[in-house]
């Protein structure tokens, strides 16, 4: 059975009956290039083709946890956190719509989930996002806190999969709010003095709006992320 999600305008299909797509020539594809890629470098492996085809797979007949597992990760490798939010949000749909109930799969759903976090978790800390970024981690955090509950459910013993990544976007978001917070106190500061000389409105808002845009690129550019 095919459960639609919107993400950024685009409908995709969750199958959550994987003997209906497995042998789809996309899908097949997408397994073998996974299981070779040991065998490759990693600068040589192209998480853009696995990306196009899983997205190609999701608008045409569906994917299942696995494919929106190799989504996931290729998503995040070719596009950032944009993209891992798009990933996580599929994940916790095929998650949430599964045909089978049971032991055996959950322990899938685990690993599947443990082996997305063993390939994104080393980028997610290195990565230094601009404010620009902001909406795409909080998505991506709120996305780990429902997937946490979702596999929690199923798992009496679970321990949170993805707490370690939700900490490392929170690190992030903290460091991008204290340094828009901080440019926000400048832009009040210069308006403030500039207030004080007895300048007409026309050229007080121009030099104010001057100044302050200086002195936010500094602040968001050079101080301590």
């Known amino acids: 059975m095919k459960h639609v999600i919107y993400i950024e305008n685009k409908l995709f299909y969750i199958e959550s ?17 996974i299981n070779r890629r040991a065998a490759l470098p990693k600068s040589r492996f192209d998480w853009g083709e696995v990306y196009t085809d899983a997205e190609s797979l999701a608008e045409a007949v ?10 996931t ?7 950032g956190f944009r993209g891992f939010a798009n ?17 055996k799969q959950h322990k899938l759903n685990k690993g599947l989930v443990g082996w997305i976090k ?25 996305e ?12 009496e013993m679970h321990e949170g999969s993805f707490e370690e990544v939700a900490l490392q976007l929170l690190q992030h978001i903290e460091r991008l709010e204290m340094r828009y917070h ?14 004080k000389f007895s300048w007409n409105d026309t050229v007080l ?3 104010a709006s001057l100044i302050s845009a200086a002195f936010t690129f500094v602040v968001m550019t050079y101080l301590p992320r």
């Open 17 to 33: 009956d994987s003997s209906q797509i497995r042998d789809e020539e996309r899908y097949c594809a997408i397994k073998d290039s």
């Open 62 to 71: 569906g994917i299942d946890l696995i494919m929106a597992s190799y989504f």
């Open 73 to 79: 990760v290729a998503a995040f490798k070719t596009q």
């Open 87 to 103: 990933g996580l949000a599929l994940i916790n749909s095929a998650l949430l719509n599964q045909g089978v109930n049971d032991l």
């Open 118 to 142: 063993k390939e994104i978790i080393g980028d997610v800390g290195k990565l230094q996002p601009s404010y620009d970024a902001l909406r795409d981690l909080y998505r991506c955090e709120r």
């Open 144 to 155: 780990c806190q429902i997937l946490d509950d979702v596999l929690g459910s199923q798992q």
């Open 182 to 195: 901080r440019s926000e106190k400048v832009q009040e500061r210069v308006v403030e003095e500039l207030s």
């Open 205 to 207: 808002v121009v030099a």
